[in-house]
């Protein structure tokens, strides 16, 4: 296990998460936290070839594609807290996707969204 590539990994899974998400486990406790901070994050989400901007469209799709909505609204929020994505960008992929992922998985995605939304205006509001 490299030092550098899972310290660059829990950098950059502390920006693609804006540091929403609980930190990893020291290195060497867990395999998967290991694996995922080094390859994902170190190596995928930190390769310049592609915008995180993208990296999170292709993402949004596949995670719709599988009918994920808890992880679709850990990206989606992501996506508006780092100014990737608005509300409307997002409805629009939802739109978008029922054509590719079907209309129910989409229209868990929109139900995600909605929920995201409605805990976002009612933090506004605290």
């Known amino acids: 296990m490299s030092d550098s590539l899972r ?15 609980p930190q990893p486990p020291p290195p060497g406790q867990d395999k998967f936290f290991d694996f995922m901070l080094e390859g994902v994050f170190g190596k995928l989400w930190a390769d310049s070839t592609l915008s995180m901007r993208d990296r999170r469209l292709v993402l949004l799709g596949a995670i719709a594609a599988q009918g994920e909505d808890m992880t679709w ?7 508006m ?3 990737e994505l608005n509300q409307q960008e ?15 998985r989409a229209s868990k995605m929109r139900m995600a969204l909605m929920g995201l939304l409605a805990q976002q205006a009612q933090q506004k509001s605290t």
């Open 7 to 21: 310290e660059k990994g829990i950098e950059m899974f502390n920006t693609v998460y804006c540091g929403d998400l």
């Open 81 to 83: 807290k780092r100014g």
């Open 73 to 79: 609204t850990i990206q989606a929020r992501s996506a």
């Open 90 to 104: 997002l409805e629009e992929i939802i739109i978008f996707l029922t054509q590719y992922v079907g209309y129910p």
